[in-house]
Structure formats: structure tokens, C-alpha cells
């Protein structure tokens, strides 16, 4: 059943039953993010062989293996951890394109999410040139390679400007029947889902848009009574019953806070004024 994909999308949802998207990043984004960063190591590499003298190791071929090796893991592991886990997921090339590292529920990374993704990156950016990570970053919507799939992690535009969708309200035409009309307890994700509809429905093809609303509005109405009057447009109805339901839970938390103001005293009563003598 098509509505059941709807209802059970995986997105972040806020308190109030928006959805809240952060694009991913698109792949060539991500990939220049890369050489910058790539850039920067050849460079950083280059300048530090270039100061050090070359007799130190001349006398001890252990110590310039240990140095190499060294130098290795603090490339491929240690700079790139250190960085996503004091910037919360920014690296130098991320910090010039404006993008971040994030987990799978938008929140910020830590060490261990750090560790995983550089780990898996010695094999699929170092040991394989970066194609197991290309290629695995175009098969999937949000461009993530098999270290953000490990970590549950993928990366965003960190400079997104996020726009919460406009809250539905009521159509006059229906006002009447929606402040008398009995709404039940909708399922969060069926909120949601009607949201999305109606801030998207005028960017559907027809048919989509006929077929999704009519699920949403036969859905909705199993949580209303009485039902519409005959001949109401099924999106006005559905606005209809969302902004009431809003009204409703705006005038309750009101009347809570109402009555806490009431019944308990002053959190912060005012401090009696020093006796000055």
C-alpha cells in the first residue's frame, strides 16, 4: 500500500510535528572538499621532509621506517579524527565548502563516528584511490560511502538556511463545521505525511497529487467526526483539521500554564532590597 511508505519515511521530526530536512551534500561537492584536504597533506607532507635534515636518518634506517609509518597513521587516521572530532565533523577542505559531517539524526559527530569513518577511509579514499567511496556514494540518495554507512553518519551543506513549512490554517468555508468537529489523536506520522502533502501538492504530477492526497484525506477522516460538509475539498479539509488541531493544542498548553501560574509560587521571587544603613 502506497500510504504505508508514506507514513513510515524516516526523517527528523521536530516537536511539533515538522519535518525538518538537511540536504546531503551532492558527490562533486564532497569530492573537492577532498582534494583540498588532500591538498593541504601533500603540501604540509612536502614542507615538514623538506625542513627536516636529511642526516638524521641517514645513521638509523629504523627511525626513518618508524618515521614514515608514524607519518602514515597521523595522514590516513590521526589528523583527519582529530579534526571531525574537535570541529564536530569538519575538516579544512569541509570548513572552505561549507559542509559538515552529521549523524544519521542530524545531530553532531563524535569521536567514535570520527574513528569508524577515518578507519574505513584508510581503504576505500587511501587503498583504493577513492572509488569504492565514489562508487558507493552514487548508488544511494544521500551520498554516503561505507564509512558514513558504519557510522551512521553523512555529510551536509553546513551553511543550509532551514525553512520550517507554514503552519496550515483553516478555511473560512469550513471554520464552523472544524470548531465543532471532534478530532481524535492523529498518528504523528500521518501529521507529518498531510504537512509534507500540502506544502508540496502544487509541484505534483496530477495523478500523483489525486493519488497521495486522496490516501492522506481517507486517512485523516478515520479521525474526525462528523465528516465535511458534501462537496468540501478534500486538501481544505485536511488544512482545516490540522490548524484546528494546532489551535487545540496551543489553547491546552495555554490553560496549563494558566493553572501553573497559579498554583505554584513565583520561581524567582524578588530578593528583599539590601537594609542600608
Known amino acids: 500500500m502506497a500510504t504505508r511508505g508514506i507514513f513510515e519515511a524516516q526523517r527528523f521530526v521536530t516537536s511539533e510535528a515538522v519535518e525538518v530536512e538537511l540536504p546531503a551534500a551532492p558527490v562533486p561537492t564532497r569530492m ?3 582534494l583540498i584536504d588532500l591538498l593541504l597533506v601533500v603540501v604540509g607532507v612536502f614542507v615538514l621532509v623538506v625542513l627536516l635534515p636529511g642526516d638524521i636518518f641517514d645513521a ?34 569541509k ?44 548508488t544511494n540518495e544521500k551520498g554516503k560511502r561505507l564509512g558514513d554507512f558504519l557510522a551512521g553518519t553523512y555529510v551536509v551543506h553546513d551553511r543550509v538556511r532551514l525553512r520550517l513549512a507554514h503552519p496550515p490554517e483553516v478555511e473560512p468555508a469550513l471554520a464552523d463545521w472544524v470548531q465543532g468537529a471532534d478530532i481524535g489523536v492523529v498518528p504523528d506520522a500521518l501529521v507529518v505525511a498531510t504537512r509534507q502533502f500540502l506544502s508540496r501538492a502544487s509541484s505534483l504530477t496530477p495523478p500523483a497529487r489525486a493519488q497521495t492526497g486522496g490516501e492522506l484525506y481517507a486517512a485523516i477522516l478515520g479521525f474526525v467526526s462528523p465528516p465535511p ?11 482545516s483539521v490540522l490548524a484546528r488541531r494546532r489551535q487545540r493544542d496551543e489553547e ?8 501553573r501560574a497559579r498554583v505554584l509560587p513565583d520561581e524567582h521571587p524578588a530578593q528583599p532590597s539590601p537594609d542600608v544603613r
Open 32 to 34: 573537492l572538499s577532498g
Open 60 to 93: 638509523d634506517l629504523a627511525l626513518g621506517q618508524i618515521f614514515v609509518i608514524v607519518l602514515t597513521i597521523l595522514v590516513m587516521a590521526g589528523i583527519p579524527i582529530t579534526l571531525e572530532t574537535l570541529t564536530h565533523g569538519r575538516t579544512v577542505g
Open 95 to 138: 570548513l572552505v565548502m561549507g559542509l559538515r559531517t552529521v549523524r544519521d539524526d542530524t545531530g553532531p559527530i563524535g569521536f567514535r563516528h570520527a574513528t569508524i569513518r577515518a578507519l574505513v577511509g584508510t581503504f576505500e579514499l587511501w587503498m583504493t584511490f577513492g572509488s569504492v567511496a565514489l562508487i558507493t556514494a552514487m
Open 229 to 239: 460538509p458534501p462537496g468540501a475539498h478534500a486538501e481544505q479539509v485536511m488544512a
Open 252 to 259: 491546552r498548553l495555554a490553560r496549563a500554564d494558566r493553572l
